[in-house]
């Protein structure tokens, strides 16, 4: 059974930086591009990062190019997202998710077979 677990989501002044993570199982995550799409209060879902399977190549929305960095550590099956100068519109759920479609910079969620349950990220003073 696939699973992807997120965690380290949270409250964050503007400014502010927080680390998400996503725990992989029941797949060969070494082998899946890997991304992560977020979804605002009464928003569609909105692509924000991918990165391809090796680690070597990654693509980043507009919206958080140079304040974000995604990685992944394949011996750990673990995914991640450097967030920095967090701004109030990054408030949303973050879920990492396997997309279809090699290096996908797509927004819909059928363009993911698998996602996990998602972590909050509130930016706030």
């Known amino acids: 059974e696939v699973q992807l677990v997120e965690s380290g989501g949270g409250l964050v002044q503007p400014g502010g930086s927080l680390r998400l993570s996503c725990a992989a199982s029941?797949?060969?995550?070494?082998?899946?591009?890997m991304s992560w799409v977020r979804q605002a209060p009464g928003k569609g879902p909105e692509w924000v990062s991918v990165?391809?399977?090796?680690?070597?190549?990654?693509n980043y929305a507009d919206s958080v190019k140079g304040r974000f960095t995604i990685y992944r550590d394949n011996a750990k099956n673990t995914l991640y997202l450097q967030m920095d100068s967090l701004k109030p519109e990054d408030t949303a759920v973050y879920y990492c998710?396997?997309?279809?479609?090699?290096?996908?910079?797509?927004?819909?969620?059928?363009?993911?077979?698998?996602r996990g349950q998602g972590t909050q990220v509130t930016v706030s003073s």
């Open positions: 029941g797949f060969t995550f070494g082998t899946y591009d």
């Open positions: 990165i391809s399977s090796g680690g070597g190549r990654t």
């Open positions: 998710a396997t997309p279809k479609s090699r290096m996908s910079d797509r927004n819909g969620w059928y363009e993911y077979s698998y």
